[in-house]
Each structure stands twice: as C-alpha cells, then as structure tokens.
C-alpha cells in the first residue's frame, strides 16, 4: 500500500515549486476552495472558472469535430456507391433507377427523380417553371407551388436542389425534392449534387 502523503508535505513541495501548475492547468480547473471575499480568492476563482469554461468549450469542439468527421465519411462511403453503380450501368434506364434508388433509399431524399426531355418537352417545363434549364444550371432552395408541382408533382415538397444533366440529344433534371423547408436552402453548397451530374454526364455520353 502507498504511503499516504502529508498535507505539510504537499504544501512545502508547492512552496519550494512555485511553477508547478503551470504546465497542468487542467488540473487547478478541477480543485475545489473554499470561498472567501478576498481579492487573491477572488482572482483564483475566476481563473479557475475560466479554465473551465475554456475545457467545456474546448470538448464541445472536440465533439463537433468527431460528428463532422463521421458525417463526411458516411456522405463518402455513400457517394462512392453511389459513383460505382452509374459507372457500372449498362443504360440510361439502369443509371435512373440506380440514381433514384440509391438517393430515396440511402441518402434518403423523399422526392429524387433523374428524368430526360427532347428540346419540345423541355421547353414546356422551362415555360411553366420559369427557369433555364442550360448546361450548368443548378436551382437550389425553396420555390412556388407551381414550380414544385410542374417538377415533383407533389405540393408536399417544401424545397428543392435541381440541376441539368446532358446526354447526347437529350436534357435531363437530376431533382432532390424534401418535404423539409429548411433541407435545401439558397445559400447550399452544391459541390455533391455538381459531382453527380458530372459522373452523369460523363457515363451517359459515351
């Protein structure tokens, strides 16, 4: 059994090692005085509570980073799935059931549609929508009911991200619709939904 210590003996070590603190401030966060109005208690208990507000804040961003980090992998994981199924389909018709299913069922996206127009079709959509569906066009945010229906024909969904894909003589909307307002906002970043009409492109032009 260890030899317990002697508070005399503790006191006279931190006399004579006046630094010894400074290199554990995690440690004086977690002691325990006895409250007193003096100024040097005082200042020792604000010191202390501001080391332990900086390790409550310092854990909160430990824990932001590890959920950021495990978001990321699983939007990767699911992304190259995603990827290697379109570079493995054998027709349009395979990439669209693939993209849809893929998107409903492990992004889980309530409206996802992947749909391709001749120049007439795609006209009438741009005319009741009022939107320009050219090379590039990406809309993302929430919209009328006119234009979720025109697209979705579905008014239950509340915001969109809907972006042009081009085969051959073809035009096609790739269209993530979420019964969620606030799921595609104007400001969202668009790099996935970009990477996903490229590997479209790319496979469906061959």
Do not use: W
């Amino acid at each position: 059994m260890s030899k317990k210590l002697d508070p005399k003996d503790v006191e006279l070590f931190l006399l004579e090692n006046l630094d010894f603190f400074e290199a554990r401030e995690s440690l004086v966060g977690e002691m325990k005085f006895k409250h007193s109005s003096s100024s040097a208690s005082s200042i020792l208990e604000r010191q202390i509570f501001r080391l332990r507000e900086e390790h409550k804040k310092l854990m909160e961003l430990l824990t932001s980073f590890v959920e950021t980090a495990s978001t990321n992998e699983d939007l990767f994981l699911k992304s190259k799935k995603l990827t290697l199924k379109i570079l493995d389909s054998k027709s349009k018709k395979d990439a669209v059931e693939i993209v849809e299913s893929i998107f409903r069922k492990e992004f889980k996206i309530d409206k996802p549609f992947l749909k391709f127009f001749n120049n007439t079709s795609i006209n009438d959509v741009e005319s009741k929508t009022g939107f320009s569906f050219h090379k590039g066009a990406i809309y993302c945010g929430s919209f009328s009911k006119e234009k979720v229906i025109a697209l979705f024909d579905d008014e239950k969904v509340e915001s969109m991200v809907v972006t042009v894909v081009l085969a051959g003589d073809e035009i096609g909307l790739l269209m993530l619709g979420s019964y969620d307002r606030s799921k595609y906002l104007g400001d969202e970043d668009t790099t996935f939904i970009e990477y996903i009409r490229d590997v479209l492109e790319k496979k469906l032009t061959k």
